[in-house]
């Protein structure tokens, strides 16, 4: 079946650092979500990128459709303690696919 | 707007019991999906609902998942008899059925068979 290789697993960052996490797959996606999980909560949904090469910012995060259609990024600037979390990539394969493929999530800690 | 709610939000069983597991979609929409995560894997998709009708159930893992949505509206999810394999969190995800595909999930339900 499809899968979403994430990395890193988990990072522990400095408060204001910048952060960046990252998804690749063998096969195409035609959509790409990021979202985040915090504890006790379901995932959020963050960013949705829905054509290769699109670049989308909400606030301090910015993500990427890869031009291949086979990877996708995050990046968050200026990292808050709030921004602790797992944060998880997805994205639909298939024309109509209504199935999400998750990644396994980058656990992101910040130190004060 | 209420978003999705799952109950219970933890559910201790032992091996060989039965456990109903119940989501509410945020109201007026048609699409409903469960998703699984096991302790240390992805989040993994279960099957999906639109309405009452089962449009994709290619994710249920074997015949002692049974799921449904009677009159579309709230849906469960049962497991007869629970295994210790099936541990993990059970999320309830919606959406609405002309949208951008967006899936609004609930809190989970936290699973552990002993």
């Known amino acids: 079946g499809q899968q979403l290789n994430q990395s890193p697993q988990s990072m522990f960052i400095q408060e204001g650092e910048d952060v960046s996490m990252n998804c690749t797959s063998s096969s195409i996606f035609n959509t790409w979500l990021w979202y985040k999980q915090d504890p006790g909560e379901g995932p959020v949904l963050l960013i949705a990128l829905y054509k290769a090469g699109e670049l989308t910012s909400n606030g301090r995060l910015t993500a990427q459709f890869g031009i291949t259609r086979k990877d996708s990024f995050l990046n968050i600037s200026a990292s808050i303690p709030s921004d602790v979390g797992i944060y998880f990539c997805?994205?639909?394969?298939?024309?109509?696919?209504?199935?999400?493929?998750f990644g396994k999530g980058t656990k992101l800690s910040v130190i004060p | 707007e209420a978003g999705v709610t799952q109950f219970p939000s933890h559910s201790v069983i032992e091996k060989g019991q039965t456990v109903t597991l119940r989501c509410d979609p945020i109201s007026g929409h048609d699409n409903l999906y469960w998703y699984r995560r096991v302790m240390g894997k992805e989040i993994k998709f279960l099957l999906h609902?639109?309405?009452?009708?089962?449009?994709?159930e290619s994710g249920m893992p074997n015949n002692r998942f049974l799921a449904e949505r009677t009159g579309g509206t709230y849906s469960t999810l049962k497991v007869q008899p629970a295994e210790l394999e099936d541990s993990g969190v059970y999320f309830c995800?919606?959406?609405?059925?002309?949208?951008?595909?967006?899936?609004?999930f609930g809190p989970g339900t936290r699973l552990l068979v002993l």
């Open positions: 609902f639109v309405k009452e009708s089962k449009q994709d």
């Open positions: 997805a994205g639909f394969s298939g024309a109509g696919s209504y199935q999400l493929t």
């Open positions: 995800a919606s959406s609405h059925i002309t949208s951008d595909q967006t899936q609004y």
